[in-house]
């Protein structure tokens, strides 16, 4: 290789990586209408399987069979919305029950024998319950409630976006030809399975915490459904998101509590470590070194909503990257084969 050739290979790479962080700035900037544009996409690609089915089975119009799923959608997201609200709503007017059972653990935990064993005098301690704030839980439940309000507000911008691009799609016997259809098959598989798949975790949660009389099991089960999106990250915070509510749950035992702790863990285990990998197998071709990378990297450009859409967008990046022969080897390096890769370069 010559050094007019190492030279323009280094600023072709200097140039990729100015443009990779140009890139990066305005994903980030404009992330208020790109989000709700990019979630509108999934969900048109997850709903056009009921569409065809509506369009070929039922012989329904397109335009009919795409207002009856909107209707649909419209409705389960306000079902969700109603339950999550009064879940809410109870959370906020229970919370001065909830401070109180909280200075009862941290008194009773201050007040343990095994910290007296341990040499600790709880009466020379600093006292925990002191360095609570006064209504920290009635400010955290009320700012949630807020969030939540934020969220459900900015689905109807979603829903929009939704419904035009349902409207302007059109019904396919068989998948697009070229790179579209390569991705339109690969994202729908992934979109669809990993429906299914979170639905049944979210109702086997609930349903446990439900049987175990833990409050907001409903709330609970929708939220294992949504993390369920999230690979590794999700299922650990699904699992750790529901404690401090069963903890603070009235006249629950010992073994009640470990129940709900590892009952959830072991559905989130099974269904994600087993099941899933057996179901999916290698339909994206993405390493999961790749994986965790996207995760942290659309994690800090969009939030949680990032990292519910890292898996499908590396997984269309990478499509696209193989198209091309200069990032092929790219693609290549997102699916983990490092020696393909090395003969590309070569």
Known sequence: MTSTQTDQRLQTICLLTLSAIALAAALHWLSSVLIPFTLAIFLAIALSPVINFQVRRLRFPRPLAVLITILLVFLFSAVVGQV??????????N??????????????TTSSPLLQRL??????????????????ISAALRAATNLSVEILSSGMLVMIFVLF????????SEPAPGVWGEIDTSVKQYVVTKIILSVTTGVLVGLIFAILGIDFALVFGFLAFLLNFIPTIGSIIATVLPIPVVLLTPEITWVGIALAIALPGAVQFLIGNI????????????????ILLALMLWGILWGIVGMLLAVPIAAVMKILFQ?????????????????????RVS
């Open 275 to 290: 099941i899933e990998p057996k179901v999916m197998g290698d339909s994206l071709d993405l390493h999961p070194v790749t």
């Open 95 to 108: 919370a001065d029950i909830y401070q109180q059972r909280v200075e009862e653990l941290l008194q009773e």
């Open 165 to 172: 691009l349902l409207i302007g799609g059109k019904t396919r």
């Open 84 to 93: 999550v609200l009064s879940s809410m709503r109870q959370l906020v007017a």
């Open 119 to 136: 040499g600790v005098d709880p009466e020379s301690e600093i006292n925990l319950v002191s360095l609570l704030p006064s209504g920290f």
């Open 323 to 343: 198209r091309l022969e200069v990032t092929r080897p790219i693609a290549q390096l997102m699916a983990g084969r490092l020696d393909k890769m090395g003969q």
